[in-house]
């Protein structure tokens, strides 16, 4: 649990994936497209990517991945991130974390 605290508060935007999730893609590509480029964490390449796994269902995660957080908190999967984006809010939170396009 402690390296996915802190692996999950390094960076402003981070999504602890797997190399093989169609929907951890989407959900990248998401970001990138927000003007956001988050630190991926691709669970299934590290050597404690179980203890991870386990990790992120404690913490609350309804599937282990694609596993969001924003300024070091968890914001949900896939199904939160894409509510949060329909709405309008995402776009939001995003701000602080968005480089500039000039």
Known sequence: ????????SEKGVVIFTKSSCCLCYA???LFQEIGVSPVVHEIDQDPDGREMEKALMRLGCNAPVPAVFIGG????STNEIMSMHLSGSLTQLLKPY???LS
């Open 98 to 100: 968005q480089t500039s």
């Open 73 to 76: 908190k968890l914001m949900g």
């Open 1 to 8: 649990m402690e390296k996915v605290t802190r692996l999950a």
């Open 27 to 29: 959900v990248n590509i």
